[in-house]
């Protein structure tokens, strides 16, 4: 059985590695000039753990948003997305995207290896830039996080249903060897 205290220390070191990887990446896009928006200076990021009823990451990175208003939509949104792709089952909430709805593309499934066939499943969100940024960052993040490849099953099937290939290759041109 795993103690208590061994299994907060490890959540905290997760939370504290993913949101590093998440800023690092962020200041290498903007500082790009990669994104499409030079007022979205900020967004937000959820990770949650599939089985987990609240996320384990809800932060948000960067400077600062458009408003208020912005600030506490994506907020919002952030955590709608990663809800709606685990409930569906879906590999990105890009799927069961309806903008009328306001639901939005932003959240991806990552799986991670953790061991003797053993695999966790875990929600990243990003929202705060456009549709396929927040995307594209997820991807971006869940790769660095848990050492996937561009190549890896589940990303080419998110990469597939949004057509995203692109702009994620155009990330990781100036990601890829510095984080």
Not at 9 to 14: A, G, L, V, Y
Not at 31 to 43: I, P, Q, V, W
Request: charged share 25%; proline share 2%; with cysteine.
């Amino acid at each position: 059985m795993v103690k208590p205290e061994f299994f907060l220390r490890e959540n905290f070191s997760f939370s504290v590695r993913v949101q590093h990887i998440a800023s690092d990446a962020f200041v290498i896009i903007t500082e790009n000039g990669l994104l499409t928006h030079a007022d979205r200076k900020a967004f937000v990021l959820t990770v949650q753990l599939y089985g987990l009823g609240t996320p384990m990451v809800k932060t948000i990175i960067g400077k600062s948003f458009p408003d208020a208003e912005f600030r506490q939509g994506c907020w919002e949104l952030s955590e709608e997305k990663v809800r709606r792709q685990i409930t569906n089952g879906d590999v990105s909430s890009y799927c069961s995207r309806d903008i009328e709805k306001r639901q939005y593309g932003g959240s991806i499934k990552a799986s991670a290896y953790i061991g003797v066939g053993w695999f966790q499943d875990w929600g990243i969100s990003v929202s705060g830039l456009t549709e396929l940024e927040d995307e594209a960052l997820a991807i971006i993040i869940a790769m660095k996080t848990f050492h996937l490849s561009v190549k890896n099953s589940v990303i080419q099937e998110i990469l597939d249903k949004s057509q995203n290939h692109e702009l994620v290759q155009n990330f990781l041109k100036y990601i890829h060897h510095k984080l």
